[in-house]
């Protein structure tokens, strides 16, 4: 199993360690670092990146959302999981806008927290319906989804709504492998690495 490497940005120690033992504990997952802050995590992301982040919306000091975006600007790679309170805030829907891909709620069960993870690993974007709604709604077109075909639209469309890859396989009569290639070929010939970014190239920020 591959071993997808996570940070913790939580400045409630309890619920830092909490989620440091469940990620450690997880098949194919492993915990880089856990910091307190978002000063303490721009400087340690950046020295020692993961593949995923799991980032507290609401730290003191340096929010989770300002500290995406110091990230982002320096060309940080990884991706970030919002770790928060309330589901459909308009914190968690900035935070999507900022650069992150999904979010987590703090009531999740452990194993909801590693499937989240292996998820956004994976391509998905974990979030809620209402969530997606409104981060496609902020987008219009741009002219960049001429360059896929019309089954790979459909899917694009799909992943933007939220849906999971087998969700999408079993609302095109397709199987998941297949759902997996067009995503594959979608990033490749959007050169982009996430469904965030292919949103963002394909439909364009308002």
């Given at each position: 199993?591959?071993?997808?490497?996570?940070?913790?940005?939580?400045?409630?120690?309890?619920?830092?360690?909490?989620?440091?033992?469940?990620?450690?504990?997880?098949?194919?997952?492993?915990?880089?670092?856990?910091?307190?802050?978002?000063?303490?995590?721009?400087?340690?992301?950046?020295?020692?990146?993961?593949?995923?982040?799991?980032?507290?919306?609401?730290?003191?000091?340096?929010?989770?959302?300002?500290?995406?975006?110091?990230?982002?600007?320096?060309?940080?790679?990884?991706?970030?999981?919002?770790?928060?309170?309330?589901?459909?805030?308009?914190?968690?829907?900035?935070?999507?806008?900022?650069?992150?891909?999904?979010?987590?709620?703090?009531?999740?069960?452990?194993?909801?927290?590693?499937?989240?993870?292996?998820?956004?690993?994976?391509?998905?974007?974990?979030?809620?319906?209402?969530?997606?709604?409104?981060?496609?709604?902020?987008?219009?077109?741009?002219?960049?989804?001429?360059?896929?075909?019309?089954?790979?639209?459909?899917?694009?469309?799909?992943?933007?709504?939220?849906?999971?890859?087998?969700?999408?396989?079993?609302?095109?009569?397709?199987?998941?492998?297949?759902?997996?290639?067009?995503?594959h070929h979608i990033y490749e010939k959007l050169h982009v690495q996430n469904r965030t970014e292919a949103l963002n190239k394909v439909f364009g920020k308002m």
């Open positions: 199993m591959e071993n997808i490497r996570v940070s913790i940005v939580e400045d409630l120690p309890e619920i830092r360690d909490g989620l440091r033992f469940i990620v450690s504990q997880a098949a194919g997952l492993s915990c880089l670092a856990a910091y307190g802050s978002g000063e303490e995590a721009y400087a340690g992301l950046l020295a020692t990146p993961p593949d995923i982040v799991i980032m507290d919306i609401s730290l003191p000091g340096e929010t989770g959302i300002a500290c995406i975006r110091r990230l982002k600007g320096k060309g940080f790679a990884g991706q970030f999981l919002m770790f928060t309170v309330y589901e459909d805030s308009d914190q968690v829907f900035e935070a999507l806008n900022a650069g992150a891909s999904g979010y987590l709620l703090k009531s999740a069960a452990p194993e909801k927290i590693i499937s989240a993870v292996q998820e956004l690993y994976e391509g998905g974007s974990p979030m809620s319906a209402a969530i997606a709604r409104r981060v496609v709604n902020s987008f219009r077109s741009s002219g960049e989804g001429d360059k896929l075909s019309s089954r790979e639209m459909e899917v694009l469309t799909l992943l933007s709504k939220g849906y999971l890859y087998k969700e999408i396989a079993a609302q095109l009569f397709l199987s998941v492998g297949t759902i997996r290639q067009h995503i």
